[in-house]
Nanobody, 114 residues
Framework: QVQLAESGGRLVQAGGSLRLSCVAS????????MCWYRQVPGKQRELVAA???????SYADSVKGRFTISRDNAKNTVYLQMNSLKPEDTGVYYC????????WGQGTQVTVSS
């Protein structure tokens, strides 16, 4: 079991940058994959970025080249660096840990104004 706490979301202008953090309540060293999802009202939650225990990363096409996911095992933390933000990046961003079950944080709101 693991508890996740996201932070870093706020209002930002288009073209700006944000870094989201997800702190886990236990070591993430052995967690299969850590992911960031986002959700907007009326739409399904979508996978934005993922990083495996071995450090392999993957991204949604809409964020490739702009977002970077990373992990600091010593701090039990996963980051999402978001650059060149667009209004369509607006949403609630959730951290996810994939163990035998899937665990979610409470989410952090990102709003990108045009």
């Amino acid at each position: 079991q693991v508890q996740l706490a996201e932070s870093g979301g706020r209002l930002v202008q288009a073209g700006g940058s944000l870094r989201l953090s997800c702190v886990a309540s236990r070591s993430i060293f052995s967690i299969n994959a850590m992911c960031w999802y986002r959700q907007v009202p009326g739409k399904q939650r979508e996978l934005v970025a993922a990083i495996t225990g071995g450090g392999t990363t993957s991204y949604a096409d809409s964020v490739k080249g702009r977002f970077t996911i990373s992990r600091d095992n010593a701090k039990n933390t996963v980051y999402l660096q978001m650059n060149s933000l667009k209004p369509e990046d607006t949403g609630v961003y959730y951290c996810n840990a994939q163990l035998a079950y899937s665990y979610w944080g409470q989410g952090t709101q990102v709003t990108v104004s045009s």
